[in-house]
C-alpha cells in the first residue's frame, strides 16, 4: 500500500532554535500534502495545506512565518518551526492521498518537545 | 461552521459489538472517513463513505446518511486490540477531524 515517510519521529529542541519535520510519499506522487497537529487527547488540528510548486494555505490562526511550508518536489514537503517555545511542543503528522485511493495515508508523526 | 460531534469515550466487553455515533454538519460534503489511532500513533484508514448506506469491510461497518448528517462504526466481535480512539472525519475541500472517541475494551 501507499506509505508516508515522515521524520523525524522524535526531536527534543532548545526554545528559540528551529526544526524542520520531513514528509515523503514513498510510492506515490503527492501533489497536495496536509500538516496536522495534534495536542495531547484532542484530535487532529489541520494547521496548513501544502501545494507542489506554489504557496501553502494556512488555516485561520495558524502563523505563517512561525511554520514554514515547503513543498518543493512531488515527493517531499516540509515542515519547518521557527523560533520553538515549549507551547509547540505536540504531535505533528503529514498526510496525502494517494491517486485512485479513497483514504489519505499518514506519516508516522513527529513528537516535538520543546525545552 | 464546521462541527463534527462523536462521543468523548465509551466502553465495550470483549467479543461483544459497538456502535460509536458521528454527526456532522459542514458547508460541503465529499465523503466521510473513520480512522482508528494508537495512542502515540498515527491514524490508520478504517473506511470511506459517500453514499448513503453500509460498508462492510471484515468485523467493521460503516453506514452514512447525508440527509440526517449522521454516519456509525460498528465494530464486532470486539477484541483488546480494538482498544482505541476512533476519528470521525468528513471531506470537503480538505478534512476536517472529529474530536475522536476513545473506546476501551474490558475482557
Known amino acids: 500500500g501507499a506509505v508516508v515517510s515522515q521524520h523525524p519521529s522524535r526531536v527534543i529542541c532548545k526554545s528559540g532554535t528551529s526544526v524542520k519535520i520531513e514528509c515523503r510519499s514513498l510510492?506515490?506522487?503527492?501533489?497536495?500534502m496536509f500538516w496536522y497537529r495534534q495536542f495531547p487527547k484532542q484530535s487532529l488540528m489541520l494547521m496548513a495545506t501544502?501545494?507542489?510548486?506554489?504557496?501553502?494555505?494556512?488555516e485561520q490562526g495558524v502563523e505563517k512565518d512561525k511554520f514554514l511550508i515547503n513543498h518543493a518536489s512531488l515527493t517531499l514537503s516540509t515542515l519547518t518551526v521557527t523560533s520553538a517555545h515549549p507551547e509547540d511542543s505536540s504531535f505533528y503528522i503529514c498526510?496525502?492521498?494517494?491517486?485512485?485511493?479513497?483514504?489519505?495515508?499518514f506519516g508516522s508523526g513527529t513528537r516535538l518537545t520543546v525545552v | 461552521g464546521q462541527n463534527i460531534d462523536q462521543p468523548t469515550e465509551m466502553t465495550a466487553t470483549e467479543g461483544a459489538i459497538v456502535q460509536i455515533n458521528c454527526t456532522y454538519q459542514?458547508?460541503?460534503?465529499?465523503?466521510l472517513f473513520w480512522y482508528q489511532q494508537h495512542a502515540g500513533e498515527a491514524p490508520t484508514f478504517l473506511s470511506y463513505?459517500?453514499?448513503?448506506g453500509l460498508e462492510e469491510k471484515g468485523r467493521f461497518s460503516s453506514f452514512l446518511s447525508r440527509s440526517k448528517g449522521y454516519s456509525y462504526l460498528l465494530l464486532k466481535e470486539l477484541q483488546m486490540k480494538d482498544s482505541a480512539s476512533y476519528l470521525c472525519?468528513?471531506?470537503?475541500?480538505?478534512?476536517?477531524f472529529g474530536k475522536g472517541t476513545r473506546l476501551h475494551i474490558l475482557p
Open positions: 498526510s496525502a492521498k494517494p491517486g485512485g485511493s479513497y483514504g489519505y495515508t
Open positions: 510510492d506515490f506522487q503527492a501533489t497536495t
Open positions: 501544502s501545494n507542489e510548486g506554489s504557496k501553502a494555505t494556512y
Open positions: 459542514t458547508s460541503g460534503f465529499n465523503g
Open positions: 463513505n459517500v453514499l448513503d
Open positions: 472525519a468528513v471531506r470537503d475541500d480538505k478534512i476536517i
